[in-house]
């Protein structure tokens, strides 16, 4: 996102999208998927965009930053009056954050319109993109909902349900869909059930989204999570399901709880908060620390920090307090000013940590910048011992299923070990829960997770890709189907 | 555009685009396109758009608006740095306009990327869509470009240039069209020449524009007009040309010289004021009448008011003052305000009309709406007599070709003669100029033009279209290939 | 303003502002003053402001830039609901454009609410300003109105025209102002009638307005020009006038006639076209020239060029074409793209002058240097000769009475003679229209006019000010009451 | 501030602003004001402004917004260069929002310029302003800092410390003022020390701020808080302090530690999250509570909610998730959506408080709407029980000092008793904190505070006004120095 003196968000790993659909005859559409996009915020900032089709036609709007910014005002979303909607949220990396990209992606084919939103990536992307533009296609962005639309379109089938079965098979990865016709809602999420997809039922219809916050924004109620490889079509006649690739057991992405989701979201049943808050209690089971208080590192890891606290029986305490009002038109400190040693984004507070043996906690360490700088601001604020407890594994391995990690080499934790990092990052002490712990604390069952990121174990197959150069901008990597992407 | 009191320019026939294209190694051709697309702004301003390649890839940039509002700070513009760009303007219609159909457009084929820009109208483009359709091609926004990009996709040719040549015997059309690969530029005219396209020359480069004043906002000679159905290719060893379809004649759009080009350009070696005021000059020797003095709707009838002046031995006045300042944001008056008589984008100068016979001339008659408003306005300021003197032959009958006249129904002079116009719009005389005395005074040869508005003699045969629905919005019909046009 | 490659309106004098006021119970006042601001909007584009009262308070907006600009939503002007306005408009100088010098001012003091417009300048601003503050008095901004604004607060006075005849005497310079009060409309003109003011009749009050095309925009009946030195109180009871100071003869400036006005307005019953069209006949008699065409520099030399055309026979041409989308956020070309030779701004016809002689009229030279730009580009578009005739006197001196002219030092009459500045300026030969030429042109009392500009002849002593530096800002030397202007 | 579905701040009191002030030759006085201003953007969300004075002259910018919005560009800053600088924020009304209310005033007066900027009210600023009209003063605006800038000019005084010192006795109410000269920075506290004020050091100067959180992100040292009375005088000399009025105690707003400082922030010495702490704890042993879980309303209320946590041994968790992107251009439910029950801005967490009994811990009750609001979504979540635990006594007089509360017929705790309040907001059970018990948690002297809108003990004289009506807006009853404010 935007930098402030400690980049807090751009050392953590980071959710791609957020998908929001609805049918729902007789409601404002539009407008409660702008309130459904508002839950979902948290998964991605860099666009925002919603399309309705009225039976008859599908309009849409999208644009670059927050949705309040791509939605500003009422008359954008009166134009888009209708029946079903669907409407994404991507995230925001720095220079190549390009409008084309943006979704929903609104396409006319030979049995009409075609509007799609999606969050995952594809691993053999590339591979598809170099077969179809083989074939004769064009693309003008680089994202797989592009690669999807073109294999529907190319299915030859006239029907949307049939086309889909037609493509699923071919494509591979990390996925949810959520696509829209004329006439039909349809979800669908990939045989691992990698990235997750949620099923509400509103007053006069029904919801799809990727976190189950989205339906408390909207008045819906939770019926049940999509499976994987499971299709959902929702039209005139009701919800019907089919399963349409088998499904290869159950893989959520492990992160989702340690830190994308919103801590009001379920996930597999299980509130996102609780479970995040007894990742800190068995963290603290783990690595029992000598200490005087617990502080996490705001905003995501307060669950984990509290579960600490009572664990350890020490108070929890704002160690930090972060800027709420820093936004995308912060004006950077020169380098004179930064000298200064200003704190403009997080604050530690020194009459509380002042002559403390502090425990702060955070969800997870990619590459370990920013731990270094916070325990530095610590100890200046006088904390006596700094002990970091972390609630997941190291993250040693790179994701290719649509989470932005660092490159692998930058990966600290595929560089040292526990100590080294320790070291590195100028704790007094280091603890990072268990993979053990982690699936436990859950409380799912121990495979109903991609670890990989921990791990190496990837449940999917990365496939090599043809393009070395992106489309549209060569620095843009964020939405390619596996450009650059190998193993 | 937008509306005042009178609505000057929505009772008017309206070009469609502006097309420029630069391949000058060693230039900011970003900027250049910049200052290109400023004097083409006359031809569109609904959207404005440039894309660069810099050998490696292509990045573009494109909005809503004037240039100057989507270009409006340095930086967008230096981001577009490479040696070779294309860039475009589109006119405004009201509420179906897209960003989606903006140009240039920019896509990724199996050959690399590819950006077109285009200006015109292809007449069988919904049936290329349909077939495209019905072959798996899907379609993003409604303009010919993207007909155009997928025929070159679908070629099978590995070169552009052969895809080109492949490509234009299955269109159909007025079109002029500029394409820019990473290290190519091409210019290409429908072989009856409708639309205008004229080559000149920079210090390090070439220059391809919709009309020649652009060449002199950036600097650039001359050279000569692109001929029908040629194709010219500028790139690292120079231009090259090729006559790809034989030509059909020059049939270049009449209305060109009457309204649309800006008075400092020349089409087939004419100047454009020049020739407007020869229209006038013609005008009143077919039509002399008795006054005493003339005066032209401002602005697009300076010149051949001028002439009419000349020519009749009266003095030219300024009857009318329009108000410059009168633009997008305009708020529109009340009809409580308007039924004051205020006089916001147009006054007529009581002091010098009132009492006086008035030669009142105009370029063109479409529906006779604005006319007879402004008439009535001399009137009311103290006119005694109006005469009117139109510099172009009475509009009977509907474009194909990328020009947006009313329907054929609307057209005053599909309903009634002349003696009919003039008491309809309140006019004590009416003369049009003849198509002969047109031609004439143009000075090219009589078969030089296309002038089907006027004979509905069409220069080229016009389909079906098998959509009766258009993409993204059912009201938008001004980019649609060939959609909801029939004969 | 904004610089293109010509400075076509640097090189110009420069009136300050345009005022504007309303009393139409019953009306849309704030909507109509709007239209009435559109109408002067070429007396200043800096920044615009509407002042309301609805008989119990006064609201106000007012912001940098157009009419357009400032009032871009329905809504700003909604809230503006009253039966009486003011309205304001002021000039762009670089750099130095503060918000808090635009117009309306509004106060409170002890009788109430006060809001002012004025055009003009104080000669004895300074001294006014350093009396007020040795009395204790805070000045926010630089304007006269601020000046003013305390007189009437100091006077003792509990009546507003009481108030107002006591500061009158205190004041001396050029000036109009329009004052509000929560239920009076009241103007006020210099006694020598410098700046100019208008009344008109609405179908339900009054109006008042720097000019009379103002008039027409809002649908009123010009009635009469404020006399020197009168008062008009306009209420509930109609419109009452006294002299409050006598009259010292009428002054008004001249260049009203030769380039600021609106070409429809009428000054002194003269139409402004009319006379400049006579200026330019008058010009070719007074300097008949031996050439092939005539052209005017765009767009306030359009009538003088028509009438010395007429004048000698010769046909009146467009020599140039102005680029009339060329505003506030063009983008300036680099010096590399400027030695292209472009021509952003201004485009001379090479068609049209190449091999001619042109006779180049222009309504002033002030610097010199945009007439040296112009006729090299003529020469470099092929002229074989350039006659420069100019509607108006040498311009020797500053104006202190609200005239951006260039300091003395730099107006080029100042330092050369005739030949010297045709030789300058590079023109085969130059000529001007004599003081006695142009007075007789307008038609009205030798007397009639200021011409302290040609003639160095100040109607109003100029006095010394105190300040050096200016409040604010000190590059602002744009609103000061006599700060800095010494003779 | 805006509004959602639950209007969270619009229930609380309201800080008025927040000042700084820099003096510190060398530094980038104006980039760190900016941040400074960031760190106090929680005391005032409506406007925002800096004058910096370079030793010459004072230049400005303000705007209406966030300091983000009114500086959302490097330039803006770059233009405001020197060595000394003062800072605003103010806070955001309904409607009455004005931009001639923004500060930092600035001003010339006899001495020269002069830069305010204030937080607090002046309880006889109507009398004053009065006095100051009768005497033929105007205003502008309805701050107390033009009242103010009155009284220094009109002081007779050359010297700005004479100036402010006869000032002094005549003002009354609770104030601190920040004032800049072309060479000076003082700051100034009122006799009772009701609004905070403190001074840090920079590198090589110091600062002056309404917390001690601002000088964290300019990198500066804390001092010492300023004493009731006292004005400090920066200058090229140092600081000198000179106490200008008699301190009549110190009555800080005991507010400031409640609710509106930041909680890492200190006041008095003492650190506000931890003082928030030790309320939560004292607040538990006043009411001990059988429950099963403890959760605060957020934000403000979360490290009382941990205090209580800790003191009744129960888990601390998440009861609700507030979304952090809703700004001010959240477009607000119709009542169509509203109805099916869309929780936009507070989301209870179903799976965290089903079937428990829920303490839930707010800062204070104020009219008690939102209260009973969150409390019927805590039961509709599926909260058994709902015990409500206010961390400050209750509200039932309104504040005549600057702060916001509603009048005293709206607060609820002046209607009704505590078992009353227990009824309509639908507690199960309710315990205020008690006086005593707040006052001994904070741990500073009893008479340390003003606790007027507890006890309706006001230590200042509360006069009354002459203005019915007031300045620019009749709705603005923000800024008015005691304007409609009686007793």
Redesign the interface.
């Known amino acids: 996102m935007w930098k402030a003196d400690i980049d807090l968000d751009g050392d953590k790993m980071r959710e791609e999208c957020g998908v929001f659909g609805i049918f729902s005859p007789g409601?404002?559409v539009a407008?409660?998927t702008?309130?459904g996009l508002?839950?979902l915020?948290?998964r991605g900032q860099e666009s925002a965009g919603i399309a309705v089709s009225n039976g008859?036609?599908?309009?849409?709007e999208k644009g670059m930053g927050?949705?309040?910014?791509v939605?500003?005002?009422?008359s954008k979303?009166q134009r888009l009056n209708g029946d079903i909607a669907v409407g994404h949220v991507r995230y925001s990396t720095t220079g190549s954050s390009l409008l084309?990209n943006a979704q929903p992606?609104?396409?006319?084919?030979?049995n009409g319109?075609?509007s799609i939103v999606h969050n995952g990536n594809l691993v053999n992307g590339g591979e598809l993109r170099a077969e179809l533009?083989?074939g004769?296609?064009?693309?003008?962005a680089t994202t797989d909902s592009e690669v999807i639309?073109?294999l529907i379109?190319?299915?030859?089938e006239k029907d949307i349900e049939a086309a889909v079965k037609k493509a699923v098979p071919v494509i591979r990865g990390a996925y949810t869909f959520i696509l829209m016709t004329r006439d039909k809602l349809i979800g669908l999420r990939d045989p691992k059930g990698i990235r997750p997809l949620s099923l509400g039922r509103?007053?006069s219809g029904y919801v799809l989204a990727s976190e189950t916050?989205a339906f408390?924004?909207?008045?819906a109620e939770f019926v049940r999570d999509i499976k994987p490889g499971e299709m959902v079509v929702i039209d005139a006649d009701g919800v019907r399901s089919e399963q349409i690739a088998e499904s290869e057991g159950n893989s959520l992405c492990v992160f989702e709880f340690i830190y994308f989701a919103?801590?009001?979201s379920?996930l597999e049943g299980?509130?996102v908060?609780?479970a995040r808050?007894q990742l800190g209690r068995r963290l603290a089971q783990e690595h029992p620390v000598e200490a005087d208080i617990v502080t996490g590192v705001p905003?995501s890891s307060?669950?984990a920090a509290?579960g600490v606290a009572?664990q350890l029986g020490l108070?929890?305490?704002?160690g930090f307090?972060k800027?709420?009002?820093?936004?995308?038109?912060?004006?950077q400190?020169?380098q004179?000013?930064r000298d200064?040693?200003?704190?403009?984004k997080l604050?530690p507070?020194r009459?509380?940590v002042e002559g403390k043996r502090v425990v702060m906690v955070d969800d997870s360490i990619v590459r370990g910048t920013t731990s270094k700088h916070i325990i530095q601001m610590l100890r200046n604020a006088g904390a006596k011992e700094v002990h970091v407890l972390i609630s997941s594994p190291p993250v040693k391995c790179s994701c290719f299923y649509g989470i932005d990690t660092s490159a692998t080499g930058e990966l600290i934790a595929a560089q040292l070990d526990v100590p080294g990092i320790a070291k590195a990052i100028g704790a007094d002490s280091l603890g990072f829960l268990s993979e053990e712990g982690m699936v436990e604390s859950i409380g799912l069952a121990k495979n109903g997770f991609c670890t990989a990121c921990f791990s190496g174990c990837y449940p999917i197959k990365i496939g090599n890709c043809r393009h070395n150069?992106l489309?549209?901008?060569?620095e843009d990597n964020g939405g390619c189907g596996g450009c650059g992407i190998h193993i």
Chains 1, 2, 3, 4 share one sequence.
């Open positions: 409601s404002d407008q409660l702008y309130y508002y839950a915020q948290h008859k036609t599908i309009r849409g927050l949705v309040s910014e939605f500003n005002d009422t979303l084309v992606l609104l396409v006319r084919y030979r319109f075609l533009e083989d004769g296609s064009i693309f003008q639309a073109h379109a190319r299915s030859g509103t007053a916050c408390d924004t909207v008045g919103r801590p009001d379920n299980r509130n908060h609780m808050k905003d307060l669950s509290s009572e108070p929890y305490e704002m307090i800027n709420k009002y820093i936004g995308r038109t912060f004006i400190p020169t004179q000013i200064l040693g200003v704190k403009l604050n507070v009459q509380i150069k489309m549209n901008d060569e």
